[in-house]
T-cell receptor
């Protein structure tokens, strides 16, 4: 089966660092993706991991451990505009299927 | 990158009717997906619509209820047939550009009364 877990909600303070975790159990694996979705808008691509380790892209970093079925998204120097839902998704072996986690709603407080 | 437009952006439909949602991409892409997103929820994949082949439906979704067309590499339609209030949702199309970028349309907000 396919199962992806994320915390439902998180709160952090402007300027701080927050880590959003994602655990997955899927029948195949061909990459893990993170998306940001502001309320009422479409998701936008943030990051991609297919090998173990850390990928850094500006204030955002994403980590993957395939053996543990675990990833996290790290957001540094939080800004108010980072308040959004963050979706973790796994692509299967055949590349034809994306399974999305439930999403984590992040609130950044002043 | 890819820019995607969807029509209509929203609609209110009566039970038992059908609605066809159009998805237009500004570049040629092979892999296209249709998703459903309930308010406040995550995305659920309905089907994969690759040009030149029949759409592949995920568990819980059938062609009779959600027929899909993919006549070329820039366009697709999803029809929601014989609608019921449970079909009220946001429907999004997306395209995947190898090796890892997925772009989403703005979504179609459907309300069934």
């Amino acid at each position: 089966g396919q199962n992806i877990d994320q915390p439902t909600e998180m709160t952090a303070t402007e300027g701080a660092i927050v880590q959003i975790n994602c655990t997955y159990q899927t029948s195949g694996f061909n990459g893990l993706f993170w998306y940001q979705q502001h309320a009422g808008e479409a998701p936008t691509f943030l990051s991609y991991n297919v090998l173990d380790g850390l990928e850094e892209k500006g204030r955002f970093s994403s980590f993957l451990s395939r053996s543990k079925g675990y990833s996290y998204l790290l957001l540094k120097e939080l800004q108010m505009k980072d308040s959004a839902s963050y979706l973790c998704a796994v692509r299967d072996n055949y590349g034809q299927n994306f399974v999305f986690g439930p999403g984590t709603r992040l609130s950044v407080l002043p | 990158s890819a820019v995607i437009s969807q029509k209509p952006s929203r609609d209110i439909c009566q039970r038992g009717t059908s609605l066809t949602i159009q998805c237009q991409v500004d570049s040629q892409v092979t892999m296209m997906f249709w998703y459903r997103q309930q308010p406040g929820q995550s995305l659920t994949l309905i089907a994969t619509a690759n040009q030149g082949s029949e759409a592949t439906y995920e568990s819980g979704f059938v062609i009779d209820k959600f027929p899909i067309s993919r006549p070329n590499l820039t366009f697709s339609t999803l029809t929601v047939s014989n609608m019921s209030p449970e079909d009220s949702s946001i429907y999004l199309c997306s395209v995947f550009v190898e090796p890892y970028e997925q772009y989403f349309g703005p979504g179609t907000r459907l309300t069934v009364t």
